[in-house]
């Protein structure tokens, strides 16, 4: 049985979401944009400090507010304000939610006119890979109440100061990639066939909590006869046999940072076929480490990994991108793809996910976890296994 990881500490010291703040404010100064709000839990918490399992719930909205300079406001549910004050927001404005007539629309609009005394102009996100958390009825309504201001997407700020990853961040990712990565070694040596993927998957859970995963929201199998069709589905009750090849791809999580990367086992006999697919993969993350680094793009990452794979004989890849960023959420901004012109730095993190359909109704996916450095990039945990590992 493995030892339990040695976790880091949990959240974060107030200097650095002081230093959060201030890097968004400059932005919000340099396009003369006087005060942004944010509505999902990502933002919220990354500018807060806020963190609460009641953003399950939809009944409530909530709001954070900056300004152009100074500290954050909260404009939050009466049953969240005592949690607020336990962070570095000291102006905590609230109202009693659920109050569908007004539910906080009017006092967030207040909030925001007066902020926005310069330009006028107020950010939201509302770019690709976003939403407002929030009914779009209130929403048309608060643009109704500001109808004097004028909106401004700051997604493509926001995305940017969240991809570089401060050491504290990095940390969490690299301790909950650990935790996975050693999920799959304890996996290796108690699957056994028969067993269904429910079974394999609850084994598995059940080690990362025990290794120090907060959690693990996001843990998916597939399997077939010689591969899989899918990487979305699962875990189902079928039984693995032997001819079977097991995809799991699983994102634990700690302090609210993830991991996300998949590992493949086979079972009794194997043929080729399949056999080739896993080195195509493997090695086509290899071109992949050796690539990645500061000034690469997304597109440079995505097309030495991609070569490596067409030279194998892919019959194509389904997923449609081969690796994106990684943090506060299982997948987050940039995607390397195609073209891909977003150019790496030091402190991005990244998943490596080449994949490819080898034959007809049949996929190998691999994916691993790398932290871009000054001179090229690290994996986050232990590497995956070189030879495709057969079970029984």
Not at 183 to 193: A, K, Y
Not at 368 to 383: F, S
Request: glycine content about 10%.
């Amino acid at each position: 049985m493995t030892d339990t990881l040695i976790a880091p500490s949990r959240g974060f010291e107030t200097v650095e979401f002081k230093t959060r703040t201030e890097a968004l404010q400059a932005h919000m100064a340099e396009q003369n944009i006087d005060v942004v709000f944010f509505t999902t839990e990502p933002e919220f918490r990354y500018f807060s400090g806020f963190r609460s399992q009641f953003w399950e719930s939809p009944t409530r909205p909530w709001f954070l507010v900056i300004p152009v300079s100074g500290k954050p406001i909260a404009v939050v549910p009466e049953i969240g304000a005592a949690g607020l004050r336990q962070t570095w927001i000291e102006d905590v404005r609230s109202w009693p939610s659920p109050r569908p007539e007004d539910d906080g629309i009017s006092l967030l609009a207040d909030t925001l006119s007066s902020c926005a005394k310069g330009s006028g102009r107020i950010g939201a996100m509302m770019g690709p890979e976003t939403h407002l958390r929030m009914p779009a009825a209130n929403f048309a309504l608060l643009q109704e109440e500001l109808s004097q201001h004028f909106w401004v997407d700051v997604s493509l700020i926001i995305r940017g100061l969240r991809s570089v990853k401060s050491e504290a961040e990095t940390a969490k990712i690299r301790f909950a990639c650990e935790v996975t990565a050693a999920g799959f070694d304890f996996l290796l040596e108690h699957l056994q066939l028969g067993m269904t993927e429910r079974e394999a998957c609850k084994a598995m859970h059940l080690e990362m909590l025990r290794l120090g995963a907060d959690a693990c929201p996001y843990l998916i199998s597939a399997s077939g006869q010689g591969g899989y069709d899918n990487i979305i589905m699962g875990p189902t009750d079928r039984k693995l046999g032997s001819g079977d090849v097991l995809i799991i791809d699983t994102g634990a999580n700690f302090d609210g940072y993830f991991s996300d990367f998949d590992r493949n086992y086979a079972f009794g006999q194997v043929d080729a076929l399949t056999v080739d697919a896993y080195d195509a993969v493997y090695n086509s993350t290899e071109a992949g480490l050796r690539i990645a680094a500061p000034g690469r793009t997304t597109g440079e990452v995505w097309q030495a990994m991609w070569s490596v794979l067409e030279k194998a004989g892919a019959l194509g890849n389904d997923v449609g991108r081969m690796g994106h960023g990684l943090g506060m959420q299982l997948t987050e901004w940039p995607s390397n793809v195609p073209n891909g012109d977003v150019e790496l730095q030091a402190g991005m993190i990244l998943t490596l996910e080449p994949g490819m359909t080898y034959a007809p109704g049949k996929m190998m996916v691999h994916e691993d976890n790398i932290l871009i450095t000054e001179n090229g990039c690290e994996l986050l945990h232990k590497r995956a296994w070189r030879n495709l590992p057969i079970i029984g």
